[in-house]
């Protein structure tokens, strides 16, 4: 996994900006590494229970409403 968190970090923009936050936010790198994994298997998990594809560009609806607002 920790090979994936690298490679997603560095391939996948909405990542990037994510590990670039936390970064600037002053964590370091093994903790951001935990982070980006933790998060990925969050993803995995709901695609895994939803039966549905991946969409690059989903959007939840709780993103949506702090959008909104």
Same mark, same amino acid.
């Given at each position: 996994?920790?090979?994936?968190? /690298?490679?997603? !970090?560095?391939?996948?923009? /909405? %990542?990037?900006?994510?590990? +670039? /936050?936390?970064?600037?936010?002053? &964590?370091?790198?093994?903790?951001? /590494? @935990? @982070?980006?994994? @933790?998060?990925?298997?969050?993803?995995?998990?709901?695609?895994? @229970? !939803?039966? +549905?594809?991946?969409?690059?560009?989903?959007?939840?609806? %709780?993103? &949506? +409403?702090?959008?909104?607002?």
């Amino acid at each position: 996994m920790t090979m994936v968190a /690298r490679s997603v !970090s560095h391939h996948h923009e /909405r %990542f990037a900006c994510y590990k +670039q /936050r936390k970064l600037n936010e002053g &964590k370091p790198w093994p903790v951001v /590494r @935990n @982070n980006l994994i @933790n998060k990925m298997i969050k993803i995995i998990c709901a695609i895994w @229970n !939803s039966g +549905q594809a991946y969409q690059k560009d989903y959007t939840s609806r %709780f993103d &949506k +409403q702090k959008s909104a607002a």
